[in-house]
């Protein structure tokens, strides 16, 4: 089966950087993405990798290794509206091509003045 | 404007009564989804359906039904709600095939099944 977990909860200040970690059980996925969730909104696509490393974008970047299963989501110069729910996600790899996603339980991240 | 539009947004009703929410995607996209977002449990798929007349069970089918007759709707069936079926619900479509394809999200519809 599959399995990803993520910290519940994380606290950081404005204008600082954080670093929301994402590590995973599965044998075999297409990519993995990083969603944004304000309470009670959907769920924002922020990113997708597909290949091992760092992809930049703007404020936020996002890392994976395979190897290793984990990934990590990096915001920097945080503002006060970054306070929301960052989710992790992987799209497997079954056989008929299907958009599988599998959904971590999320971080709530919590951006202080 | 690209969208997916879920009706309705916020429902209260009895436990038995069957109901409908409606999914409406307007990017002539293949694929659609169900999901279900209870707190600390994530996002987790009812069902999903690859193209017209192609269902299949995600990983919390029971209890559901779907339907994909036409491309841009893939309406969720509770035949008989239970009170385990309060939850929020959000409907989602995407290109088929390839990789890097975005997901996109409905607004979102919060069941309350008393």
């Known amino acids: 089966g599959q399995n990803i977990d993520q910290p519940t909860e994380m606290t950081a200040t404005e204008g600082a950087i954080v670093q929301i970690n994402c590590t995973y059980q599965t044998s075999g996925f297409n990519g993995l993405f990083w969603y944004q969730q304000h309470a009670g909104e959907a769920p924002t696509f922020l990113s997708y990798?597909?290949?091992?490393g760092l992809e930049e974008k703007g404020r936020f970047s996002s890392f994976l290794s395979r190897s290793k299963g984990y990934s990590y989501l990096l915001l920097k110069e945080l503002q006060m509206k970054d306070s929301a729910s960052y989710l992790c996600a992987l799209r497997l790899a079954p056989m008929d091509s299907s958009y599988k996603l599998i959904f971590g339980s999320g971080t709530r991240l919590l951006v202080r003045p | 404007e690209a969208q997916v539009t879920q009706n309705p947004r916020y429902l209260i009703t009895v436990t038995g009564k069957k109901l409908t929410v409606t999914c409406s995607q307007n990017?002539?996209?293949?694929?659609m989804s169900w999901y279900r977002q209870d707190p600390g449990l994530g996002l987790r798929q009812i069902y999903y359906?690859?193209?017209?007349?192609?269902?299949d069970k995600g990983d919390v089918p029971e209890g559901y039904k779907v339907s994909r007759k036409e491309k841009r709707n893939f309406p969720l069936i509770l035949e008989s709600p239970s009170p385990n079926q309060t939850s929020l619900y959000f409907c989602?479509?995407?290109?088929?095939?390839?990789?890097?394809?975005?997901?996109?999200f409905g607004e979102g519809s919060w069941l309350t099944v008393v």
């Open positions: 989602a479509s995407a290109p088929s095939g390839g990789y890097g394809n975005t997901i996109y």
């Open positions: 990798n597909v290949l091992d």
């Open positions: 990017m002539n996209h293949e694929y």
């Open positions: 359906s690859m193209n017209v007349e192609v269902t």
